[in-house]
Nanobody, 120 residues
């Protein structure tokens, strides 16, 4: 089994920055894609950014230019740098990994989330 643990959330003023971290531990599987998602109160969970094993990235329009996703494969960590934070970025941020567990088998694992609150 693989566990994901997020950290780095907190309270920040609008215009500020945060760096979220996601650490994977447990059984070693190939991590195909890792992504950051967020869920604001009363809203559906949405993709923020993702990065695949080749380093290709994808960002939501709402954060493009303000967010950078990166990964440290040696440490099994993924990061989300968020700059120029806005009150609408307030949400619980979740890390998700898509793992290859067999030749044709894939599973998705979620972290427990970390709360980011942006004050105006």
């Amino acid at each position: 089994q693989v566990q994901l643990v997020e950290s780095g959330g907190g309270l920040v003023q609008a215009g500020g920055s945060l760096r979220l971290s996601c650490t994977a531990s447990g059984r070693t599987f190939t991590i195909v894609t890792t992504g950051w998602y967020r869920q604001a109160p009363g809203k559906q969970r949405e993709l923020v950014a993702e990065i695949n094993s080749g380093g290709l990235t994808n960002y939501a329009d709402s954060v493009r230019g303000r967010a950078t996703i990166s990964r440290d494969n040696a440490k099994s960590m993924v990061f989300l740098q968020m700059n120029d934070l806005k009150p609408e970025d307030t949400a619980v941020y979740y890390c998700k990994a898509r793992l290859q567990v067999s030749i044709e088998g894939f599973v998705e694992v979620w972290g427990q989330g970390t709360l980011v609150t942006v004050s105006s």
